[in-house]
């Protein structure tokens, strides 16, 4: 089946612009995580979504960074006023629920700030 | 936030050598996993591991879920070119859906 997708796949953005990137997460899977990896190393956790619960936001960085999830399925992770350290990659995964919460990634959008 | 200490950083190994890479934390996991991820896509699950001491093999890939739960390492046998990328080992503290703690990477460089 379809594996995670997002969009776009690069995105040039002016420092001080809004940005809004999207996940389509695998059909039936409900738990939704958004990743950043800047160059050069892991990836560090943003935010996660699991069902209807409230996410879990202690991975944003700061108050400039927020996502939603509508109808349990896609998701925007969208960053107000952007800096120019807010260049990196930033990746969405999605696992079951009802599994052992293995994770599964899409490509990633890689998101320069100039 | 917290990373996983990942070792070697990078390798430089002949077509046919064996890699192991290693990861450690102070701290307890009660999942380990292992990702390869290729320049330009995002990382791929190669290998989860759920029980201390647990030894599991993906074809030449075998990797350790260590017995303190706060290591793991990972073996590439036989190494082809396209064993090439960054390996990342993670971790998950919880049983289930939750956020993983990944390590800095290995990049591995393969050559014919």
């Known amino acids: 089946g379809a594996g995670v997708s997002q969009s776009p796949s690069n995105k040039v953005t002016e420092k001080g612009k809004d940005v809004e990137l999207r996940c389509d997460p695998i059909?039936?899977?409900?738990?939704l995580y958004w990743y950043r990896q800047s160059l050069g190393q892991g990836l560090e956790f943003l935010i996660y979504f699991q069902g209807n619960s409230a996410p879990d936001k202690s991975g944003l960085p700061s108050d400039r960074f927020s996502a939603e999830r509508t109808g349990g399925s896609v998701s925007t992770l969208t960053i107000q006023r952007t800096q120019q350290e807010d260049s990196a990659v930033y990746l969405c995964?999605?696992?079951?629920?009802?599994?052992?919460?293995?994770?599964?990634f899409g490509p990633g959008t890689r998101l320069t700030v100039t | 936030g917290q990373q996983l200490n990942q070792s070697p950083q990078s390798m430089f190994i002949q077509e046919g050598e064996d890699v192991s890479m290693n990861c450690t934390s102070s701290s307890i996991f009660n999942t380990w996993l292992w990702y390869k991820q290729d320049p330009g896509e995002g990382p791929v699950l190669l290998i989860a591991l759920y029980k201390a001491g647990e030894l599991t093999s993906n074809g030449r890939l075998t990797a350790q879920f260590g017995i303190t739960r706060k290591d793991s390492f990972l073996n590439i046998s036989a190494s082809i070119p396209s064993d090439v990328g960054i390996y990342f080992c993670?971790?998950?503290?919880?049983?289930?859906?939750?956020?993983?703690?990944f390590g800095k990477g290995t990049r591995l460089s393969v050559i014919a």
């Open positions: 995964a999605s696992s079951l629920v009802a599994g052992m919460g293995e994770q599964y």
């Open positions: 993670a971790g998950q503290r919880n049983s289930g859906n939750t956020p993983l703690v």
């Open positions: 059909s039936g899977h409900t738990a």
